[in-house]
């Protein structure tokens, strides 16, 4: 039944009937309005033709019904893109065949676009800027870009009065005056999205046609062997001949075994074409198509390592486990000859964890294993040893990495919303400038028809360039970032927030270790501020510890055991003591160091050097090809100084464990059972048999919150504990449990029932491991240390004195400081002690933690890191940056207004979902005092002077018409209108985003120059009402002096006055900028030789025999000169009696 069910089956739409209604014509459709309003016979809109007019009310309708329409479309395909996948369930899945099935799966297609080929156009618009997701199949339906089309008020504003000069009574000027500016402001946005889709096209186009093997049953084409063998030297040659059909390969191999000949068949097939109950072959070095269970391995040892970097941010390998049952199959192509299937969970997010079970149904007993994250290959992550086969369980949208990959907010920076606040400022001088000169012509006539033209005739009071010049500004600043050779390999991956560098009130990083009493003097470690070297520093035994210049001692004693005989006791009193004491710490020591060397997921491996083949490496277990891979560093630490002082692990694979002792004696370990690390359980363990004794252990080793409860009481480990991580260790627990074998083989009973268990799987397994941690033997404390990424402390102290209030989070052991309201105090808090204060002291919890110069947080959890960059920002109203470095970050760089994101050992994921990526911490103090200060800076200028052209335009169109008893007639027509905010001064005005006022050595040199910005004076309704006042002087004086020096023709006034604006504001630029770029003297001079030249062509609007003429030059000057001088004279006095902050330091 399930063979016939369609793998994408074809839905049958309904045929719109095109054809009209009898009685209704294209001119009288019915609309559903105020007939009060839409009485075609009365309005003005009856003037046009009838194509025009149905456009026209349509694009009203659509104006004015598009926010609740929009949110119920909105609603309707979200509800049917859930119904058309259906609920996620639990799945059965035979291998090798796909068709036995018993539900629909997505295909196995990455998708990160945006947009499809119909959404595009109406969808680039003024659409907000996300992040590119991996794997991320998701597109947006039409109706949602449709909706932020319109979201924002700029571009319905511009769209509005460019479709309404289609209507003659509203017409001011040629249609293209309108429709060029909106286009282009348009064709920016199209082209920089257009650019982003084909990139992203291209990535996804890679990834899905990523060419793998898949075992098959099935013969495409008949394919011949020539087996050729040699019975004297017992030899087999194979010969292939490999036919291709329609784009398949199919290899056949032959392998020969007695006298039963097996045949496996692989056929080449793209990652797009994977089908769930597949069975994949990968390579080494090979990315894992979609999540699978791990088989079969080719490795010896019956496992491989995996690289999972992209996935959870970690570069250290992971350890995986191929099923049992499958891996003692002879070859891969049994895997199509026995009856088997995996039953697996539901489709979910938890990437750390998996429930299911294998059944082989075809032995006698039928054999079940239970399934977890030691047997799953989730897709992203790359193969890193070995070539492996695993049936596919999830594709599509059901992928592990593709649930995790969340859309984050779209985040708009403070200074866009501060801008757009100001836009509405001046749409509403625009309507009351409207309705004054209605009102002083009484509202005569058609009033209601004068207010839409004043409307349109100064609409130039809202400058439709503003926000292409800040876009541009903004690739400009990334630019600059991304080529800064003092932070190399700085990356810009959110080009729409460079200016919240400059605004940073509250900065958040992982991890920090010891903090002393004095802000000044404090130390920081581990993470995001260190380099992830572990070091080994400290074994504590309780009553002696060693450090580095002891580990001698450690050592010796190590050798006694493996190297001297037991001997009988001396017959004298007093050096029979002496040797029961010295046996009973070398034995302390001894039992401590075995623990260590035993209680761990490391596994040595054996690589070739060029001259000792790797075969013979690997059996002699040569030190010089041996390298060590864990999935923490940490391990790896521990067991390079175990091999340091004497006991070096050799060998290690999915059952076994070999040791060497300093008497290159190998000492043989059976793993029964492993209990790997979890961030929940904050422990690992592993039971072992030691092969010479028989005896069984348990190791243990953890966290001391955690083992504190495990091991027998005692008096020192909270203490010791406390005084290693103050010196910035990272504290381990070691403990061990002898069991004897009945003891072991009732719990192995007990495992293995929990183990199959599908339901509540974890916490029945964890009650059963509990049973065992019961009264352990406490061994001993281990201290690593991670090393100090260089420069960290001067950093940190350049961003207290910019006034930026430091929050770390880290995983040192650190006690709640007894806090006093003093500003040299930090507050200290454990993540058990912030769970509370969150939830019954929020809001006094959070008022405290603002009043301290710094806050240091630790054993946070992900979701409480991100929830208190929100309560800052909800509490305080200022900006926040987030640092990190690993998986465990990204929600608080999501959440936080500017997430800078470090490229370290820990990974790339923190980077990736960054909007700023650094290689090392230090540079983190020149990308916020450097370029966040001067991209607030210029772009504050830039929107204010942009603000400035338009207003003073519009003063000398409002200060025309008054003249002229208050006519809507436009003072400048045609390509006047244009060229003034394009060719004119396009260039110098954008050149602000050049400028500079301190040198970037000095910005670093005074991190006080920061704090200034912090205010946000640069951009302020003080400026914004003083870049007001300039724009009406300026206008009026230009225009009230064209109009006092014409000379009896109209067309003297617009060459007076336009040429009068132009120079104005180029010198206006060049009285803003503070430190001259040889591009802003040629974007000068450029554009007055731009005007001069096309004066030429200009003779439809300005006499060009009047402008050759002395009289016009004089009075240009005169006109330019008044408009002009004051303000540099009031910025000569003011640099001269009240100077900024940063011009003391410009010399």
Not at 216 to 237: K, Q
Not at 287 to 316: H, W, Y
Not at 854 to 875: W, Y
Request: proline share 4%; net charge neutral; charged share 20%.
């Amino acid at each position: 039944m399930t063979d016939n069910i369609p793998l994408q089956p074809v839905r049958q739409k309904k045929r719109m009937d095109s054809r009209p209604r009898a009685g209704y014509r294209g001119k009288d459709l019915p609309l559903l309005h105020p007939e009060s309003l839409w009485n075609l016979s009365t309005s003005p809109l009856a003037l046009l033709p009838p194509a025009p007019r149905i456009i026209f009310i349509t694009i009203i309708i659509i104006a004015t019904c598009l926010p609740a329409s929009m949110l119920l479309i909105v609603r309707c395909c979200e509800w049917l893109r859930c119904c058309g996948g259906g609920e996620p369930r639990p799945r059965t899945v035979w291998l090798g065949h796909p068709e036995k099935r018993d539900q629909r799966y997505p295909r196995n297609v990455i998708n990160n676009q945006k947009y499809n080929f119909f959404t595009f156009l109406p969808g680039v618009v003024n659409f907000p800027k996300q992040h590119v997701q991996v794997c991320k199949p998701y597109t947006r339906a039409p109706c949602e870009v449709l909706f932020n089309q319109f979201k924002y008020f700029f571009n319905l504003y511009f769209l509005l009065l460019a479709c309404s000069q289609f209507v003659p009574e509203m017409r001011l000027g040629a249609l293209y005056t309108y429709w060029v500016p909106l286009g282009f402001v348009l064709a920016v946005t199209i082209i920089r999205e257009a650019v982003e889709e084909i990139r992203c096209y291209i990535r996804d186009k890679e990834v899905n046609s990523q060419v793998y093997s898949r075992l098959t049953a099935r013969e495409p084409v008949l394919s011949v062997d020539l087996c050729l063998v040699n019975l004297e030297f017992s030899s087999v040659h194979l010969v292939h001949i490999q036919p291709k059909l329609c784009g398949l390969t199919v290899i056949t191999r032959a392998v020969l075994y007695g006298s039963c000949k097996l045949t496996e068949r692989t056929v080449k097939v793209k990652s797009s074409s994977i089908q769930v109950g597949d069975l994949i072959i990968v390579e080494k070095n090979q990315r894992v198509p979609a999540d699978m269970i791990f088989l079969r391995t080719s490795e010896k040892n019956g496992s491989c390592f995996l690289r999972t970097d992209q996935l959870d941010g970690e570069t250290d390998w992971k350890l995986r486990l191929p099923v049992a049952c499958t891996q003692r199959l002879p070859t891969a192509a049994d895997l199509l000859q026995i009856r088997s299937y995996v039953y697996a969970e539901e489709p979910n997010i938890d990437i750390h964890n998996f429930v299911g079970t294998f059944t082989r149904e075809d032995s006698d007993p039928p054999i079940s294993e239970s399934l977890s994250i030691e047997n799953a290959l989730w897709a992203g992550t790359v193969i890193a040893s070995g070539t492996v086969v695993g049936v596919v369980l999830y594709t599509g949208r059901e992928l592990r990495s593709v649930m995790n990959t969340s859309n984050p907010r779209s985040k708009i920076g403070l200074f866009d919303l501060e801008v757009n606040c100001l836009t509405k400022i001046l749409f509403g001088a625009l309507v009351v400038v409207s309705l004054v000169m209605v009102a002083l012509q009484h509202f005569a006539g058609r009033w209601y028809l004068q207010i839409i033209r004043f409307l349109l005739l100064f609409s130039n009071i809202i400058p439709i360039s503003l926000r292409v010049n800040l876009d541009m500004g903004k690739i400009v600043y990334s630019w600059v970032i991304r080529r800064d050779s003092k932070i190399p390999g700085t990356v810009v991956r959110s080009s729409t927030i460079p200016e919240q560098l400059g605004r940073i009130s509250y900065l958040l990083t992982d991890k920090t270790g010891e903090f002393s009493g004095a802000l000044t003097g404090f130390k920081v470690k581990e993470g995001t501020l260190t380099q992830n070297e572990m070091v080994f520093k400290r074994l504590h035994l309780g009553t002696v510890a060693y450090g580095l210049d002891s580990m001698d001692e450690v050592q010796s004693h190590i050798f006694s055991i493996y190297t001297q005989q037991p001997q009988d006791p001396p017959a004298q009193k007093g050096p029979t003591l002496t040797t029961k004491v010295r046996r009973t710490m070398s034995s302390r020591v001894h039992e401590a160091v075995k623990a260590i060397a035993l209680c761990h997921n490391v596994t040595p491996v054996y690589e070739s050097n060029g001259v000792t083949d790797q075969a013979e490496a690997e059996k002699q277990y040569e030190d010089s090809c041996r390298v060590y891979q864990a999935s923490s560093p940490d391990e790896v630490a521990l067991v390079q100084w175990t091999e340091s002082v004497g006991l070096t692990l050799v060998g290690r694979d999915q059952s076994s464990m070999q040791l060497r002792t300093p008497g290159d004696q190998i000492l043989n370990f059976t793993i029964l059972q492993i209990f790997p690390f979890t961030y929940e359980s904050k422990r690992m363990g592993i039971i072992v048999r030691d092969e010479s004794t028989g005896e069984i252990t348990f190791y243990m080793k953890g966290a001391d919150v955690v083992m504190a409860g495990i091991v027998q009481y005692n008096d020192w480990l909270e203490e010791e504990c406390g005084n290693m991580a103050r010196e910035g260790l990272r504290v381990l627990v070691v403990a061990k449990k002898s069991l004897a074998e009945e003891q072991y083989q009732d719990f192995e009973a007990r495992y293995v029932q929990a183990k199959l268990s599908v339901h509540d799987r974890s916490l029945k397994v964890a009650t059963v491991i509990e049973s065992l941690e019961m009264e352990m033997e406490l061994l001993c404390l281990t201290g690593v240390e991670d090393q100090l990424q260089a420069d960290v402390r001067p950093t940190l102290e350049t961003l207290r004195n910019a006034g930026i209030k430091v929050t770390n989070r880290g995983e040192a052991h650190l006690e709640l400081n007894a806090f006093r309201r003093k500003h040299d105090c930090a507050l200290v808090i454990s993540g058990d002690s912030l769970e509370v204060c969150l939830k019954y002291y929020e809001y006094e919890f959070m008022e405290l933690a603002c009043q301290c110069p710094a806050v240091v947080c630790c054993r946070c959890a992900p979701t409480q890191k991100a929830q208190i960059v929100r309560l800052l920002q909800e509490r305080t109203g200022k900006l926040t940056c987030a640092v990190g470095d690993g998986g465990n970050d990204v929600s608080m760089i999501q959440e936080s207004d500017c997430g800078v994101g470090v490229e370290g050992k820990e990974g790339k994921q923190a980077s990736l979902a960054a909007d700023f990526s650094i290689t090392q911490f230090k540079h983190l103090g020149r990308l916020l005092m450097v370029h966040g200060r001067n991209s607030y800076k210029r772009s504050a200028a830039l929107s204010q002077f942009v603000i400035h052209r338009s207003l003073c335009i519009s003063t000398m169109q409002a200060v025309f018409s008054s003249v002229f008893y208050f006519a809507s007639v436009p003072l400048y027509q045609g390509f006047l209108i244009i060229g003034y905010s394009t060719i004119y001064t396009m260039f110098p005005v954008f050149s602000l985003v050049l400028d500079k006022d301190v040198k970037s050595e000095v910005a670093m040199l005074y991190p006080e120059l920061y704090k200034d910005l912090l205010k946000g004076r640069p951009l302020s309704y003080k400026t914004f009402l003083i870049w007001v006042l300039i724009s009406i002087y300026q206008g009026s004086t230009i225009m009230y002096g064209a109009l006092l020096l014409f000379e009896s023709e109209f067309v003297h006034i617009v060459a007076i006055s336009f040429t009068s604006l132009i120079l104005t504001e180029l010198l206006m630029v060049a009285l803003t900028i503070q430190t001259w770029h040889w591009l802003m003297t040629v974007a000068e001079l450029l554009s007055l030789a731009c005007y001069i030249a096309s004066l030429v062509f200009l003779h439809e609007f300005i006499d060009v025999y009047f402008i050759a003429t002395l009289s016009f030059l004089w009075k240009v000057s005169v006109i330019t000169l008044v408009s002009c001088l004051p303000l540099y004279v009031l910025k000569y006095l003011r640099r001269r009696f009240s100077p900024p902050s940063y011009s003391k330091l410009t010399s």
